[in-house]
């Protein structure tokens, strides 16, 4: 005998609190890495302004969240794939596009980074 399915409606709810546990988790232990903001060691470069607004939290490059919808949670969401950053820097990150960070090692942003301008090498 077959089993009925459970409801679409109880199972996107259970989806999405199995989602906000695996974020909340990734983003307490990002914020204890980074503090404030992870690029203000390089806020005093020409293409990079101060710090300013409340510290968010960013995807990197291939962790963008457009770029991984539709996986698991805990693979969408890792500590090596995002950085705290003020929102000042999100916006010239995201929106602006005005400088990259750079992965320095295979463990990501767990690992250094650096940041530099767009299109400079």
Avoid: N
Avoid at 12 to 37: F, I, M, P, S, W
Avoid at 77 to 84: D, E, K, N, R
């Amino acid at each position: 005998m077959l089993t009925k399915p459970e409801p679409l409606a109880r199972e996107r709810a259970r989806r999405k609190r199995h989602e906000r546990a695996v974020t909340r988790l990734v983003r307490e232990q990002v914020a204890r890495r980074d503090g404030y903001c992870r690029v203000r060691p390089w806020s005093q470069r020409w293409y990079l302004q101060s710090c300013e607004g409340r510290s968010e939290w960013a995807h990197l490059s291939d962790h963008r969240r457009a770029r991984t919808r539709g996986q698991a949670p805990e693979r969408r969401h890792t500590t090596a794939g995002t950085v705290m950053l003020c929102a000042r820097h999100h916006r010239l990150y995201d929106e602006a596009r005005s400088f990259d960070i750079i992965q320095l090692t295979e463990h990501g942003a767990d690992g250094p980074i650096a940041v530099q301008a767009r299109g400079t090498t």
